[in-house]
């Protein structure tokens, strides 16, 4: 999705997020947006290791029936 943007689509977003936000609160926005991605990918990780764990306890059981 974002290989077809390219170097000019790249420079226009920039430039209008400079143009809408301001220098000023750019970077307050950055900053905002990758502690959202971090929380996510967090989240996301342990939801994931939630499901293996809970995997791993059923195969046990029914291991242990058997």
């Not at 920039?14 to 990918?41: D, H, M, R, T, Y």
Request: charged share 25%; no cysteine.
């Amino acid at each position: 999705m974002l290989t077809n943007i390219g170097i000019p689509g790249l420079i226009l977003i920039v430039v209008l997020a400079l143009i809408i936000f301001g220098p000023n609160k750019l970077p307050q926005i950055g900053k905002a947006a990758g502690q959202s991605l971090k929380e996510f990918k967090n989240s996301t990780r342990d939801l994931t290791q939630d499901v293996t764990d809970e995997a791993k306890e059923v195969k046990s059981i029914i291991k242990e029936e058997k």
